[in-house]
């Protein structure tokens, strides 16, 4: 793999549910160590994209890659999705953090995190078991190893969710707003957490509201309305200078 | 006849009434997975032929369900009777007739689990198999397990029902008993067999539960 190439590339991303259409012709390359912040309003297509990124939703048109790897291509307006194997490989390429966590609750903390890399990647349990461990701690997390997540709030639960998905060393993380479903002490333990990461060049694609935040992060702020990319670029074109009036129009009222 | 002659005979026929119940749950527990996938099936006509099947089996009485199924090979096929075949009817009536409704409690089960569980497995890349057997199936036998409780318990009085047909199981014992001792005892003593055995059911049952009581969602 060259160094240029994109850990993640969507291209002329379209889906439709229905009549409905949710993403009409959206890009996205993401480099490597690069953190690229998602804004928007609500039913915008935000989730929709992270989950056509993630290969829970079918593309109807355009192509996604990691890396080398081909995990749909274009044919002539229609999307063709690689073979199993492919797709199992391009997913062990990224990870994803959900808004609700969806953590398993009948395992433990260990067993959450450490679980896919032994039955999914074949690792030695001793091994994944040690790393889950350091991932605990990383986290914020020890002493929780042997609860399970009902015996947790909201901000340790997701960030077990942040450590199942870095459990399994992906190239790229997708976060789905994952500090909505929190209250704001426990959202900025989250943050804390994803700032530790960014700041160790983790590849990350994180759609949030926390303004403030992206502007910290993000290397690449994109504001997605509508289904399109309307505006993207730094943190300071994007949240401080707005070229775009839907832009502007969103911006002043997440701020009231 | 002395009470221990009459409680030897009822432990004989209560020994039957088990069989009845252990045959049950060995092949309707599995045959209730059959039957609940076939209705959750994407093939349409298949969704609906099970549809059918268990609105039947639910919506008939278990002891005609027994005589059809006893009746069937003769009228169907000309097949002559033999003195094993009321025993083979009632199995097979009690097995597909508790399929039914343990399917219908499958069902709800898997229907409970949040799409996010299967989605957060699909991202970690486990497979169908895996998803299903480690992280779907444990979460189901938690939420099933007071709904399959009552069928349980029920099973072990519907157990009865063979009598109709001329199984020798308890309550045909007793009912025996009561008609030449001209006596009520048996029918007391099977109601304490019934009860008792509920009992441990209902033991084994509350232990399985506290078991999995370590977590909620
Ligand atoms: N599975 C689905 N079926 C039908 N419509 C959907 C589905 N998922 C999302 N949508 C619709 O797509 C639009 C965009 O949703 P979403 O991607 O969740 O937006 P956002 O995350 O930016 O709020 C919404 O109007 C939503 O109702
Ligand atoms: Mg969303």
Known sequence: MTSTQPIMALRGARKAFGEHEVLRGVSLEVARGEVVAIIGPSGGGKSTLLRCATLLEKLDDGSLAFGDITAARDERGRTVYAAGDELKRARSRFGLVFQNYNLFPHRTVMHNIADAPVRVQKRPRAEAEHEARELIQKMGLAGCEDKVPCQLSGGQQQRVSIARALALHPEILFFDEPTSALDPELTAEVLRVIKTLAAERMTMVIVTHEMGFAREVADRVVFLDGGMIVEEGTAEQVIDHPREERTRAFLSKIAE | ?217
């Open chain 2, 1 to 217: 006849m002395s009470f221990s002659v009459m409680l030897g005979m009822l432990t004989e026929g209560f020994l039957v009434s088990l069989q009845i119940f252990f045959f049950t749950i060995a092949g309707a527990v599995p045959l209730g997975v059959v039957v609940a996938l076939g209705r959750m099936s994407r093939v349409a006509p298949l969704r609906w032929i099970v549809r059918i099947y268990i609105s039947i089996m639910r919506g008939t009485p278990l002891m005609l369900q027994m005589f059809a199924i006893y009746f069937a090979p003769y009228y169907l096929f000309g097949i002559q009777l033999t003195p094993d075949s009321k025993w083979q009817a009632t199995i097979t009536a009690f097995i597909v007739n508790y399929a039914a409704y343990f399917a219908e409690i499958y069902r709800s089960g898997l229907q409970s689990i949040p799409r996010g569980q299967y989605e957060a497995a699909e991202v970690l890349g486990y497979s169908r198999a895996q998803t299903f057997c480690y992280i779907v199936l444990p979460q189901v036998v938690k939420r099933i397990l007071p709904a399959m409780g009552n069928e349980i318990i029920t099973l072990v009085k519907d157990t009865s029902l063979a009598f109709s047909i001329g199984v020798a199981e308890m309550f045909s014992t007793a009912k025996a008993l009561v008609a030449s001792q001209v006596s009520m005892v048996p029918f007391a003593i099977a109601a304490v067999f019934y009860w008792v055995f509920n009992f441990l059911v209902e033991l084994v049952l509350a232990a399985a539960e506290k078991k999995l009581s370590y977590y909620h969602d």
